[in-house]
C-alpha cells in the first residue's frame, strides 16, 4: 500500500510501504476513507522539532474495517469507524478516568504501541489498529443503512482530532452556559473551539484572528467579536469586550510562548486558560502571575476519544458542522502539497483521499 | 498604641505607633483580639524576600469594633469580626466573581490601601479598616449574646487565612466526595487543606510529614495515611496508595519548586494541583510535562472572604476545630520570639493576644 513518511524538515513522500496485517486478536485492519495533516505536523515540517530519521506520518483518519482480529466484539468487516489519534484500551484506570491519552496500554499512530506492535501512520491507505475495542468509534452502528453519507465525511474526520480537541480546551477552560470567552488561535482547533464554546452555551466569543477567511468562518461557528489586534493591544482590547476585567476562560490553541502569555492576560481574575495547543518545547508558565490572579491552567493532549460519542450526535443530527474547517481537498498521492499549503496558510485543514 | 514592625531579616520589633482614627466614611476601627505570625511572614523574616525598609507587619486577626464611619452599614460597635487577609469591598467585578483578592478598590494590612490611606498590620492593638462593610464577618450576628467563647478564638482566627486558604486548595484541586487526595505540606495551610478535603467528602486522604506532632494532628484532621518520603520514593509511595496512578487532587501548600514538582507527579493523569504556596519568587511551571498528563494547575492568592461564611457555619456548629493548628500562645510584647518559633519549626503556628 502506499503510506506518508517523513524524511526530514520539509521532505514529505508518498512511498509503497508493506500492507498491515492483523497481529493480535485485538486487532482491526481499516481501509482509509479520509485523513488529514494536522498543525502539530507542521512542527517536523518546519524543522522546529527535528526528524531523527524517517517515520510514517499522519494520525487523523475516519474508514471501513477490512478485518478484524478474533477478540473484536464490537465492530466487524464493512462498519465506518473514526479513530481518535491515538490508540487507547478503554479499561484502564486512566480511560476510565476520561484521560483516554494516558491509556495505560495503547500508544501513538505511526509508531510501536508496546508489545502491541506497530501502528500505521493515518495518512496512508489502510491502517492497522491495535486495541480496536477501545480506540475506534462504530459510526454504523449510529446509521439507518451504516453508512454515512459523502457530504458528512469532513465533520466526521475532524472528530478523530481538531473538533474533539476545540472542545478540550472549551471544557478545560470551564466553559458554561453565559460564559465570556476568548480564543486564541485560528487555526482548526481554535475555529473548533469556537464551535465547542458556542455549543457549551458560551454568551460572549472572542475570536482573535487576523486572517480573513478564517474570521468568517469563527462568526459562522459562533464567535460574537473578533479582535484582531495582539500582545497589549490585544489584552486591552479582550477586556473592553468584558467588562474591563477580562474573559471568564480563554482558550489557547496556538502553543507557543506568545499565545500562552496572551491567553493568560486575557483572562480575567479567577478565570481559567484551558490549554491543547501542543508547547512547542516549553514554554514554562509564569506562577508567580497566576498566583496574583488565580487564573488557573488545565488542559494537555486532549483525550477525544471519550468526546466522540457525545460529538457524533450532534454532527449526525446537524447541530454542528466542524467539517467546515476543510478549505482544501486533495488526493493522498498529493500529500507533499498538502503540507506546503497549510505551512504557508494557504489552506487551514486539507483533507486527503486515498 | 503598640504594633509589630520588621526592620530588616530577623530583626522584628514591637514598637509604639499612632492610634488609628477613621479617616473614611466606610472605615472601621478595631481593638484586636487575637493575631497570629503566617508562614508567609517568614519569607522576609528568613531574609528570602528583602526588607527595604521598617515596614509593619501581620494580616490575620479578629477583634471587637471600636468605631464605625458614618456609611458603614452592616457593623456597629462592639461587634466581633472577623478579617480576611486582605481588604475588599464586595461589590466589584472581581468580588462578585468570588475572586475578592483581586478587589478593583481593596488592597493589603500594613500598607496603603490605593487612595484610601494606610491600613495597620494586624500584628498590633488596633487596625484601621477601610472597606469595613466589604471586609469585615460579624460574627456577633451569627451568636446569641454577640460574643464568642474564648475556646473559639484559635478557630475563628484560622478563618482569616489558613483554614480559608486550606480550603481554597481544595476547591481549586476540584476535591469532591470520595476524591483521593495527596497534601503537600504540614505547616498550618496543609493542616487545614486536610481538615478541608475531609470536609468536602474525599476518600483517601494522604498528609505528605515527617513532622510527628503534624502527622497526628493531619490524621485528627483526617488524613487517612501519612507519606514521610519525599521526591521520587514520595511519589511512588503516594500511586501504591492510589491505584498505581496518582491522587486525584493534590494539594500544593508550600511554594518551593520542590513542592510543586512532588505535586504535579503526585496527581493521576488528568488530576488537579490546587497550589496557595506563596510560590517564592518562581518556580516557573513545566508545561510541557502538563500537557502529557492533563494534570491541571489551579489556585492562587486565596480569596478566603467569600468562604469565611461557610466555614464560619461549620465553626460554630463544632463540625470543624481548624484552631487545632495553633501549638503555642504569646503575649504580643514577645512577637519576635514567636516569629523564631516558626521559623524554627518548634511551633506550626503561634497565636499572639495583645
Redesign the interface.
Known amino acids: 500500500m502506499r503510506a506518508t513518511l517523513i524524511h526530514a524538515a520539509g521532505d514529505i513522500r508518498l512511498e509503497t510501504v508493506p500492507d498491515p496485517v492483523l497481529s493480535t486478536g485485538g486487532d482491526a485492519v481499516v481501509r482509509v476513507t479520509a485523513s488529514c495533516v494536522c498543525g502539530s505536523d507542521l512542527w517536523p515540517f518546519r524543522g522546529v522539532t527535528e526528524t531523527k530519521k524517517a517515520h510514517r506520518i499522519g494520525h487523523e483518519f475516519i474508514g471501513v474495517v477490512e478485518a478484524v482480529g478474533d477478540d473484536v466484539t464490537t465492530l466487524k468487516a464493512g462498519d465506518f469507524v473514526i479513530a481518535p489519534f491515538y490508540v487507547c484500551c478503554g479499561e484502564c ?2 480511560c476510565r ?3 483516554s ?2 491509556c495505560l496500554t495503547g500508544g501513538w499512530w505511526g509508531s510501536d504501541v508496546r508489545d502491541l506492535g506497530f501502528a500505521d501512520g493515518a495518512q496512508g491507505e489502510l491502517v492497522r489498529v491495535p486495541l480496536a475495542d477501545g480506540t475506534l468509534v462504530n459510526v454504523s452502528a449510529s446509521l439507518d443503512g451504516g453508512q454515512p453519507d459523502d457530504a458528512l465525511i469532513p465533520s466526521l474526520l475532524t472528530l478523530a482530532d481538531v473538533m474533539g480537541t476545540g472542545h478540550h480546551a472549551a471544557v ?1 477552560a470551564g466553559v458554561r452556559e453565559g460564559s465570556t470567552v476568548a480564543v486564541v488561535g485560528d487555526g482548526a482547533v481554535g475555529l473548533c473551539g469556537v464551535l465547542a464554546a458556542k455549543r457549551l452555551g458560551a454568551g460572549r466569543i472572542i475570536a482573535m484572528s487576523r486572517h480573513e477567511a478564517r474570521q468568517a468562518i469563527a462568526r459562522e461557528f459562533g464567535a460574537t467579536d473578533v479582535v484582531q489586534e495582539r500582545g497589549d493591544d490585544g489584552v486591552e482590547a479582550v477586556r473592553a469586550l468584558t ?3 477580562g474573559a471568564d476562560a480563554v482558550l489557547e490553541c496556538v502553543g507557543t510562548k506568545e499565545s ?1 502569555d496572551q491567553a493568560l492576560r486575557s483572562a ?3 478565570g ?1 486558560v484551558g ?1 491543547v495547543g ?2 512547542n ?8 502571575t ?12 486532549a ?1 477525544v476519544r471519550g468526546y466522540i460519542p457525545e460529538l457524533l450526535a450532534d454532527v449526525l443530527s446537524g447541530a454542528i458542522d466542524p467539517g467546515r474547517v476543510f478549505d482544501l481537498e486533495l488526493p493522498l498521492a498529493e500529500v507533499a502539497d498538502a503540507y506546503v499549503a497549510m505551512d504557508e496558510r494557504r489552506a487551514t485543514k486539507v483533507l486527503l483521499r486515498p
Chains 1, 2 share one sequence.
Open positions: 484506570a486512566n478516568n476520561g484521560v491519552t494516558s478545560s467588562g474591563g476585567i500562552m480575567r481574575p479567577g481559567r490549554f501542543v508547547p518545547g516549553g514554554p514554562e508558565l509564569p506562577i508567580r497566576m498566583f496574583g490572579t488565580n487564573v488557573g491552567v488545565v488542559g494537555g493532549v483525550p
